[in-house]
């Protein structure tokens, strides 16, 4: 199906990680041109996109998301290269280990979460909408797109990650906002969210690789396999399509196999406390 992005210019925050990655394979394959965004692993990034064959049609900018003038740089280096940004996927996160209940997280753990979680999202989007302000909408009418990248933690919450849930959250409100703002700079724009379940990515593995931990994750969804980063590059640039998604703003996708909530106890909890009911009556 074609979704009508080709020569569209997409930037992409967290482009380094494993849904970063996806996503420039998806967008390239539309025949867009891709800018993608990177900190840490920037140089990795370049060495990756080196070995494309869409590599002609793709820039790599250093970007911290914490930092709105690092943001405002990179977005500056995109327009200058393409001329203007047409879609904006605000990727770039950051799942804290190890499992914290919230009166045991120190302030620095909290801190830096809700920064890149959250306010790196906020200043991405800012960033965006100031480019886009600068350059105008498309002559051909096919609308701005901004994505954020949320989680299933904010729908549901997420014990032992209560700041990583709050910051998920926390962008429901921000796309529902900004919906009613981007048409004040392109009047076919629009801005939506996707929320990612337990997704195999580098990020989550070793959480993944502890015993029981799929087992658990897979009980309370219907499709009972996990996402892939591919699968949450396809939605994403669904979302992004001025053609399949022209009408589609303000709006969550989540991406979890019909996910209903979150485990509480294993089974062996459950048949205990059933012996202590037992033991009271």
Not at 40 to 63: H, P, S, T
Not at 82 to 98: H, K, L, M, S
Not at 243 to 259: D, F, N, W
Request: with cysteine; hydrophobic share 50%.
């Amino acid at each position: 199906m074609d979704l009508g992005l080709a020569e569209h210019v997409v930037f992409v925050t967290g482009a380094s990680g494993g849904i970063g990655r996806a996503l420039a394979q998806a967008f390239a394959a539309e025949g867009a041109r891709v800018v993608l965004a990177g900190r840490a692993r920037a140089r990795e990034l370049q060495d990756w996109v080196a070995q494309q064959d869409w590599r002609e049609r793709a820039l790599v900018v250093r970007a911290d998301v914490r930092e709105p003038a690092s943001l405002a740089t990179a977005f500056n280096s995109a327009v200058d290269a393409f001329g203007r940004v047409d879609a904006c996927i605000a990727n770039a996160g950051a799942w804290p280990t190890p499992d914290v209940p919230l009166h045991e997280a120190d302030e620095r753990r909290i801190r830096e979460t809700l920064d890149v979680n959250l306010l790196g999202a906020l200043w991405t989007a800012r960033a965006f909408l100031a480019a886009l302000g600068r350059t105008g909408p498309r002559a051909d009418g096919r609308g701005a797109s901004l994505v954020f990248v949320g989680s299933t933690a904010g729908r549901f919450g997420e014990a032992g990650h209560a700041e990583y849930a709050t910051a998920k959250a926390g962008l429901v409100g921000l796309m529902r906002s900004l919906k009613n703002e981007i048409v004040r700079l392109d009047p076919f724009g629009r801005v939506n969210l996707v929320e990612p379940g337990w997704t195999v990515t580098h990020m989550v593995r070793p959480a993944l690789g502890q015993p029981g931990t799929i087992a658990r994750v897979l009980a309370t969804m219907p499709v009972r396999q996990l996402g892939r980063a591919a699968d949450v590059a396809a939605a994403i640039a669904w979302l992004c399509s001025p053609l399949a998604a022209r009408h589609v703003s303000g709006q969550t996708l989540t991406l979890a196999g019909g996910m209903e909530g979150r485990q509480l106890w294993t089974d062996d909890e459950i048949d205990e406390a059933a012996v202590r009911l037992r033991a009271r009556e």
